[in-house]
């Protein structure tokens, strides 16, 4: 077996939980291996820390698989990781459609596996994982059709960039026999049709289910607004928890007909409507209008993808919080989020304060959330930990 030794000092996220080491933390390597293989890892003085994926090509020089000395990384061991993940899901989600496998969450680092009705969408980002993908899936259909469940087909979406930075070419096609990429879906009682080939990511966002079910809740009789709506989600939850006026904002034209198919599909395009726009323009022309909602929705992309960006990230919350909030009758809802883990929850939360405060409005919270429970938030690994969102009442001062 060969061996990744740690300089002297170094390894502290290991150490304290975490699933990376990086390029600058390792000392030497030791022994005969190639990229993608497993590798023991060891501190400065031989100290045991346990073993992983080994990747030069990758600034995550190593995606740890297991601490405990002697483990073979074998079918059995894979077979341990997969009905965990799947047991967690079916205690404490709707698992019609949810995601399955989480990566560094679920101890199979570098995989995302979610499952929409019938089908399953698979995204490997890891040279050492995305050898064990077959196998990992025919371990979790099998697993799957023992609770009387039956996969009809599996699509992959291995086509992020981020594949280059560890030497891999992106990926996408059928991993079975090809079948409708559109593919019908439930969640909290609204219906979708979800494109899971060209959507983004793997097709929908799972994360924010439960989110969404909390401003389904709260929007009866409410006229809303709905910003980066993508193919509807939360403008949908809207209607159908009986908003009185929804209307979904996004820049992209093809998420904006998937959005309306969907409307359509549930039977509430007299009350849902959707738009194609640029939020930042947008708001303003609102605003000037003078427009009134009684819930606003910002759901934005990740504004920042590295520590670098936060600066501008932060300026840019700031303006569409800022922006909505001046939208808001007094007495109405907002709810917003931040889906990039580099704006850290005290971060996100002082930037809304200060949108507040520059249009002389309070903040009553109502509710903080994370993501869903099928994206869990491994203690250790900050990046497991993305998704921050609020709803709020929003008063004018008194």
Not at 83 to 102: G, P
Not at 328 to 350: D, K, N, R
Request: charged share 30%; aromatic share 10%; proline share 2%.
């Amino acid at each position: 077996m060969a061996e990744v030794v740690l300089k002297k000092g170094e390894g502290r996220s290991l150490k304290a939980g975490g699933l990376w080491i990086y390029d600058n933390e390792v000392d030497r390597t030791e022994g005969d291996f190639k990229n993608g293989d497993i590798v023991d890892v060891l501190d400065f003085d031989g100290y045991y820390l346990g073993k992983g994926f080994f990747n030069g090509n990758s600034k995550i020089r190593v995606r740890m698989l297991s601490r405990k000395k002697g483990q073979e990384i074998d079918d059995e061991f894979l077979l341990g990781r997969v009905r965990d993940a799947w047991e967690y899901r079916k205690r404490t989600v709707d698992t019609a459609s949810c995601r399955v496998i989480f990566g560094e969450a679920d101890f199979l680092p570098g995989l995302v596996v979610d499952k929409f009705s019938d089908v399953l969408v698979v995204q490997s980002l890891a040279l050492g994982i995305d050898r064990m993908k077959e196998k990992i899936l025919a371990i979790l259909t099998g697993l799957m059709e023992e609770d009387g469940i039956r996969i009809r087909g599996i699509y992959e979406r291995s086509d992020a960039k981020v594949r280059t930075l560890e030497g891999m070419e992106r990926a996408k096609g059928f991993l079975t026999a090809p079948f409708d990429t559109q593919v019908a879906i439930e969640e909290n009682g609204v219906r979708y049709l979800v494109d899971i080939a060209d959507g983004q990511k793997t097709g929908f966002f799972l994360d924010q289910k439960y989110n969404r079910l909390a401003v389904q809740r709260l929007s009866r009789g409410l006229r809303v607004l709905d910003c980066f709506t993508h193919t509807g989600s939360f403008a949908l939850n809207a209607g159908h928890g009986g908003a009185r006026e929804v209307t979904g904002v996004d820049a992209s034209e093809p998420a904006v007909a998937q959005a309306r198919v969907n409307a359509e599909l549930n039977g509430i395009s007299d009350r849902v409507c959707f738009m194609c726009a640029d939020v930042f323009d947008l708001l303003p022309k609102l605003a000037e209008e003078g427009k009134k909602y009684d819930l606003v929705i910002l759901d934005p992309p990740a504004f920042t993808k590295s520590r670098d960006s936060v600066k501008g990230a932060v300026k840019g919350y700031r303006e569409i919080n800022l922006r909505a909030m001046k939208l808001i009758e007094s007495g109405g809802y907002l709810a917003t989020c931040s889906c990039s883990h580099f704006m850290t929850p005290e971060l996100f939360a002082q930037t809304i304060g200060q949108a507040a405060h520059s249009v002389h409005k309070r903040l009553r919270q109502v509710e903080y959330r994370t993501q869903a429970p099928d994206h869990p938030i491994l203690w250790a690994a900050e990046e497991s930990y993305y998704l921050k969102f609020y709803i709020f009442q929003v008063c004018d001062e008194k």
